[in-house]
C-alpha cells in the first residue's frame, strides 16, 4: 500500500488470491451498506478515526481537553 499522507509508512504486501479476495469482500461490504444507508457512527469517541474527522461538527461533540 503506498501511504501518500505527510510522514506515512508505505507498506508493502505481495498480491494474492486471499488478498484480493478480502478486498473485494470489504468493498462489497461497503456498497451494500451505502446502498441501505446503514452507517451507523461509533459508539464511542475514538480519537484517532473522530479525532481527524471532516464530520464531526455533526456527528456529536468533541471532547474536552
Ligand atoms: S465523528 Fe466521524 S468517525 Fe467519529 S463516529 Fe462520527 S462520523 Fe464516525
Known sequence: ???????GQTKREPVNDPLLTGVRDKIRDAG?????NDLPRLPTWQEHACGTCDVVG????RPSR
Do not use: S
Not at 451494500?32 to 441501505?36: C, D, P
Open 58 to 61: 455533526l456527528c456529536r461533540t
Open 1 to 7: 500500500m503506498l501511504n501518500l499522507d505527510e510522514k
Open 32 to 36: 451494500e451498506r451505502l446502498r441501505k
